[in-house]
């Protein structure tokens, strides 16, 4: 009994220590919105793999208090975006922007379907040019009974 409390007990505190922002930043409905825009748009640069909404580490909750402050300081979405950028670089943005560093980045998809659509054309035409196989009257190397030699 004592096991399954202390379980119990255990689940419960990790059910807290992963909450992410509970409660709501902003009591104005339109900024919290504005608010949940950005941080959805903005990378967790220790995950890599999620918006800094999403994460639960602690760079990404310093991130979410600093957008907070920035909107509450009245800076507008282009002005909070372009302080994390040049704090964080490009990769704090989900939606990079095109430049010379990032242009193989947005041309790449259609670089790799190029290139795949090259690939099957040159299988299509070289598989067309093979002599097709099982025609009527060939007996694929099996020499007939006539043909052993034997008496």
Request: glycine share 8%; with cysteine.
């Amino acid at each position: 009994m004592k096991r399954l409390a202390a379980i119990l007990l255990l689940a419960g505190w990790m059910q807290l220590a992963g909450a992410i922002d509970t409660a709501p930043a902003f009591a104005d409905p339109v900024q919290q919105e504005r608010y949940s825009k950005i941080i959805h748009e903005l990378r967790c640069v220790q995950c890599r793999s999620q918006s800094i909404a999403d994460s639960n580490v602690g760079l990404a909750a310093d991130l979410r208090r600093q957008v907070r402050e920035l909107m509450a300081a009245g800076k507008s979405d282009a002005e909070i975006m372009q302080y994390m950028r040049d704090r964080y670089g490009d990769y704090v943005l989900y939606n990079p922007p095109v430049n010379s560093s990032t242009w193989l980045l947005w041309a790449a998809p259609v670089l790799l379907l190029g290139a795949g659509a090259v690939i099957a054309a040159v299988v299509i035409s070289r598989k067309s040019k093979l002599p097709e196989d099982g025609s009527a009257g060939e007996d694929h190397g099996v020499p007939a009974a006539s043909d052993t030699g034997a008496p």
